[in-house]
């Protein structure tokens, strides 16, 4: 049977790297985006080049309708959706807790955990014969984030609680739901954070003296997805250098 993969947030760092990495694995790739379609199609180009299977969807999965023509545009193109990766997440400017605005909070809320929901609900949906997810956190979740993203900290503490309720409510209909929890990982979303070289700083922070690449997390992205880990369920890999 074919394997179709949705990537949320594919267009760049880890999403574009799991896009990559599941289109050698033999997976049709959806790179889903919210605004950058260049960067997207860079991604379904190069997957194509290589022989490989994508398209592309902007879609803003905060947003249930979107994510319902998201699944709807995926399946006319690719047939039955095997596995999704929920991987948007966003950040604002670091600052400390009282600088968050309640409508700041719920953006990051909306983009980072919503998101997810919406996505599994829709795919839980479509897929009768089983299927596998993958729920990207952060070790955020662990540090909270202070005087920096409480805000996103937040939001991947909820993750990890929906990775662990969606794991055993979808068990018994053999879809499988597990997490990768990176670090410091080198992608652009520290710019958005106002830092473009906050892992280089933090570099001697971290036990292995340096940050990870997205490809390093896409891997655990990918072996989770696939039949190797066809025991594991409700399970974290932490992908952080040590930290
Ligand atoms: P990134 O480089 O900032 O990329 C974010 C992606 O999400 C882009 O493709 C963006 O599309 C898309 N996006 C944002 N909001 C969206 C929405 N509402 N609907 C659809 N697409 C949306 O992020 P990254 O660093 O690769 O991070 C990926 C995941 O890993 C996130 O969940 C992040 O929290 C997590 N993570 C990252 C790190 C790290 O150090 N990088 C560490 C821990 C966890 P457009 O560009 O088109 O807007």
Redesign the pocket.
């Known amino acids: 049977m074919p394997k179709t993969a949705i990537i949320?947030?594919?267009?760049?760092?880890?999403?574009?790297a799991t896009c990559q990495r599941l289109a050698e694995q033999g997976y049709n790739v959806v790179v889903?985006?919210?605004?950058?379609q260049s960067?997207?199609n860079q991604v379904c180009q190069q997957i194509k080049a290589l022989g490989g299977q994508a398209m592309i969807v902007q879609?803003?999965?905060?947003r249930e309708a979107e994510v319902a023509r998201l699944f709807d545009t995926a399946q006319q193109q690719f047939g039955a959706i095997t596995h999704l990766v929920n991987?948007?997440?966003?950040?604002f400017e670091k600052t400390d807790l009282s600088h968050i605005s309640a409508e700041r909070f719920m953006k990051v809320l909306n983009?980072?955990v919503l998101?997810a929901f919406l996505c599994t609900k829709a795919f839980v949906k479509l897929c009768a014969n089983g299927g596998a997810i993958v729920n990207?956190?952060?070790?955020?979740a662990r540090s909270g984030a202070p005087f920096e993203y409480l805000d996103?900290a937040a939001s991947?503490g909820a993750m990890d609680a929906l990775t662990k309720g969606m794991s055993l409510e979808l068990a018994a209909k053999n879809i499988r739901v597990n997490s990768v929890?990176?670090?410091?990982?080198e992608?652009?979303?520290?710019a958005?954070g106002g830092e473009p070289e906050r892992?280089k700083r933090l570099s001697p922070q971290i036990p292995l003296q340096r940050g990870g690449t997205?490809e390093e997390v896409a891997n655990a992205i990918a072996w989770l997805l696939s039949d190797e880990a066809s025991y594991v369920t409700g399970s974290f890999i932490d992908i952080a250098g040590g930290k």
């Open positions: 949320t947030g594919g267009s760049r760092g880890i999403g574009a889903n985006y919210l605004n950058n960067a997207a879609a803003d999965v905060a991987n948007v997440g966003i950040l983009a980072n998101s990207v956190s952060s070790a955020a996103y991947k929890r990176p670090g410091f990982i992608t652009d979303i520290h958005d892992v997205p």
